[in-house]
């Protein structure tokens, strides 16, 4: 027994030495020519100085020191970090080609396989892309059917707080749900050509599902598996829960798309997945065709996931931010009864005689920072950059928070101020630094759909209702419950008062 128990230490003394070896080896081949940054220990790289509950905060600061581009490892893998504005826009918009290949994100591969339009690259990414946004546009992204079905989803919402014991009784409630539902059903209303009843047991699991997933995205445990996925695929955590949250939605829209294939009319297409499956149809004998059954799926609950969570987490944060700064709510309300009034329902060409409440939005967006890391991007060649080379598949993040955060183009970074996007006459003033969606060939599908989607949503709701706060706005904390993947606020309740 005592042999075999001195051959297995043997064994994992030989294989430790080999992987740091390999590690030690990675390394030197990237000095003088990725940017500089923190040393990193071997197998663990960085991962005693990135772990915290805000790792964008230790980027921030590391920033500091190395400047606006600088390298971490990721376990042994080397990962360069842009910081700032300026950095952003030479790289994404002046140089988009080059950082236009998605980047390793260990737990997108493990759960999507390089599979749907997000987490693609290459031929993939294109064709899928190409055909999302084409497909996204004749239903109506832009055009009055979406937001014909936004302000009708906006009334749906507004009947249903009307119902709420906030409103009966000025007793407080919370509004999570209420967001999800109805920003959930305008994407539904596109990828599933129909929306779900609020009380739909079904809709309500997963809903939940989705806010579980983005939940244990934002976590350190998924920070952990990307740092070590070999290593954390065989421990047992929340990121477990989270590939089989992610099993069941696909589940779920593989169902879907079954019950679309049974009642497709070849000649009225009623959603998204009625278009792929007769992209399907039309190139099923070409070999370089990328619409498969996978594809499709990933693609749904990709624009499906995406367009429900970080809309409705915008918005009850917008909420919670209004609830602090009631001179502001007060702001909006001036603003809403002048240009819209009681009688008709707010469109988004109210947005351009609403330039204050364009700002607020656009503040609350920037201020929220939902993705502060911004996914991953990868360089499709060896570049010289800034005088450093970038190997071909490095991964890159373009730190988005940096961006939103960039004290050379906000007056006031770290402050809720909707002046940020005021001229001095109070018009609306456009900033090129504003890029909560990313920027570039990557920059997120939804972003107009999201846009017009915040601003009637909340326009609608403050038409009809006043916001009151249960505890002193003084009191309210602004700062993310969870910071990670994405930004998340704080549990809150609110009253809703008549107009």
């Not at 183009?409 to 002046?419: I, L």
């Amino acid at each position: 027994m005592e042999l075999m128990g001195a051959g297995i230490f043997l064994l994992l003394l030989c294989v430790t030495s080999l992987m740091l070896s390999t590690v030690q080896k990675r390394m030197k081949q990237g000095v003088g020519k990725l940017p500089p940054g923190p040393t990193a220990l071997p197998f663990l790289g960085n991962a005693l100085q990135l772990n915290g509950k805000e790792i964008f905060r230790v980027l921030l600061k590391l920033s500091e020191k190395y400047g606006s581009i600088f390298t971490i490892h990721l376990g042994s893998e080397p990962v360069v970090v842009l910081c700032g504005y300026e950095i952003m826009k030479e790289a994404l918009n002046d140089h988009g080609e080059w950082f236009a290949a998605r980047g390793s994100l260990p737990i997108m591969d493990r759960v999507n396989r390089g599979h749907g339009v997000i987490n693609s690259n290459g031929e993939r990414w294109k064709q899928l892309r190409r055909f999302s946004l084409m497909t996204l546009r004749n239903f109506g992204m832009g055009k009055r059917s979406i937001e014909e079905r936004i302000q009708e989803e906006a009334q749906f919402l507004t009947e249903e707080l009307k119902k709420t014991k906030g409103l009966c009784y000025r007793l407080p409630f919370d509004p999570t749900f209420f967001f999800s539902r109805s920003v959930s059903n305008v994407i539904s209303s596109v990828v599933f050509g129909d929306r779900f009843d609020y009380e739909d047991g079904n809709f309500l699991i997963l809903l939940s599902l989705i806010n579980d997933t983005f939940r244990i995205f934002s976590s350190i445990w998924v920070q952990l598996y990307n740092f070590f996925p070999n290593v954390m695929e065989y421990l047992p955590g929340p990121h477990k829960r989270l590939m089989k949250d992610i099993d069941q939605l696909k589940t779920f829209v593989a169902g879907r798309v079954k019950k679309h294939q049974e009642t497709l009319d070849p000649t009225s297409p009623r959603d998204f997945i009625d278009c792929f499956l007769l992209k399907m149809e039309q190139e099923k004998n070409s070999t370089l065709s990328e619409f498969s059954m996978e594809n499709l799926v990933i693609t749904t609950l990709d624009l499906f996931s995406a367009g429900t969570e970080t809309v409705s987490t915008t918005l009850r944060y917008g909420l919670m931010i209004l609830l602090k700064h009631p001179d502001v709510e007060a702001k909006i309300h001036e603003e809403i009864d002048r240009v819209i009034g009681q009688n008709r329902c707010p469109t988004n060409k109210d947005r351009n005689l609403m330039p204050y409440t364009e700002a607020v939005v656009h503040e609350i967006q920037r201020f929220i920072d939902i993705i502060p890391l911004g996914l991953p991007h990868a360089v499709t060649q060896d570049i010289l950059f800034r005088q450093y080379v970038i190997p071909k598949g490095t991964t890159v993040y373009p730190m988005l928070s940096s961006v939103l955060r960039d004290p050379k183009q906000y007056q006031n970074p770290e402050s809720f101020d909707p002046g940020h996007f005021l001229d001095a006459q109070g018009c609306f003033k456009r900033n090129d630094a504003f890029m909560p969606f990313s920027s570039g060939r990557r920059v997120c599908l939804g972003e107009g759909l999201a846009h017009m989607e915040i601003f009637l949503f909340l326009t609608t709701i403050l038409q009809n209702f006043n916001l009151k706060s249960p505890v002193d706005p003084k009191e309210i904390d602004l700062s993310p419950e969870i910071s990670g993947f994405g930004n998340m606020p704080r549990p809150y309740q609110l009253c809703l008062l008549p107009c």
